[in-house]
């Protein structure tokens, strides 16, 4: 081990097949200019791109339309043992990440970001935590517009709250339960981020149908076969009357909303009240 730091690891247009020798491919990517990108502080660098690398995501990432960077938490880590963490002040059970350790990462993050796009960017710090705002689609479409964005995956009992007040890092949350680590949620948060970008989708138009685009639930699908063990496909969906198929698939996103989501269901209403008057 020397006392250099690792370097981070970029991933884009030479990475990434699932084979013995992605790790080499992986480090030392130029920046590519205006592309939206991922910087990940973590200490399982090895655990990226992982899902992202496969499919539309994966074939996006090897064509240059979006970037991963991984930055190892551990490479800035105190001493011969790198350590990263220590004991909650106060006392209490597990570890805290340390500021000072959590600190210089970022600052690598940063300094990579300003160097690279020469003004600094628009990347929000994220701190992936059961703390933060829930992830919703409409925090995605933002994220999505911004130049990329740099997020931080906690581990044990958490990061130190100094890093995140200096930093004034935004607190993003998958949901109301407990992960043993942030990368998970980040994975979750780059995957309905990097969906929206231009051109990853074969299809930009299921953006605009899918769920909660526009505050509903979607309706439910079929495919073949016509029959399946005594099912058959709803007969307005075989007609060809596409203005009896959208008709139908409206009543059923709303009904499903209704029934699932009432939360949504009147956010809903309350938006159509709003065009009305
Ligand atoms: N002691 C903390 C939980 C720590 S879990 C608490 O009670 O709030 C360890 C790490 O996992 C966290 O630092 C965070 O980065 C990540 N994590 C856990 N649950 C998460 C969630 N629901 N959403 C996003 N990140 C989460």
Not at 26 to 41: E, N, R, S, Y
Not at 129 to 155: E, F
Not at 207 to 224: M, V
Not at 251 to 264: F, H, N, S, Y
């Amino acid at each position: 081990m020397t006392d250099t730091p690792k370097p981070a690891r970029a991933l884009g247009r030479k990475a990434i097949r699932p084979s013995l020798v992605p790790r080499a491919l992986m480090t030392d990517v130029p920046d590519l200019h205006g592309v939206w990108k991922a910087q990940v502080i973590t200490l399982f660098p090895a655990a990226f791109p992982g899902l992202l690398g496969e499919s539309l995501t994966g074939k996006a990432l090897q064509d240059g339309l979006w970037q991963l960077e991984t930055l190892d938490l551990r490479a800035h880590g105190i001493g011969r043992h790198r350590n990263v963490d220590d004991t909650p002040a106060g006392g209490g059970a597990g570890m805290v990440l340390r500021a000072d350790v959590l600190g210089a990462a970022i600052d690598a993050a940063q300094a990579g970001t300003a160097s690279a796009t020469g003004s600094g960017g628009n990347r929000p710090l994220i701190y992936l935590s059961p703390r933060g705002r829930p992830m919703t689609q409409a925090l995605m479409q933002t994220l999505a517009r911004a130049d990329g964005v740099t997020l931080i995956c906690g581990r044990f009992e958490g990061v130190d709250e100094r890093v995140l007040s200096h930093y004034g890092a935004q607190e993003v949350s998958l949901g109301d339960f407990v992960l043993t680590g942030g990368e998970i949620a980040a994975m979750a948060l780059i995957d309905a981020t990097v969906r929206l970008i231009p051109g990853v989708l074969g299809n930009q138009a299921s953006t605009a149908e899918e769920s909660f685009s526009d505050g509903l639930l979607e309706h439910p699908q079929y495919t073949r076969p016509a029959e399946w063990r005594g099912q058959t496909i709803p007969d307005v969906l075989m007609s060809g009357h596409h203005g009896e198929i959208a008709k139908w698939r409206r009543a059923q996103a709303e009904a499903l909303t209704r029934a699932r989501r009432p939360d949504l269901w009147r956010a809903h209403l309350a938006r159509h009240d709003d065009n009305d008057t």
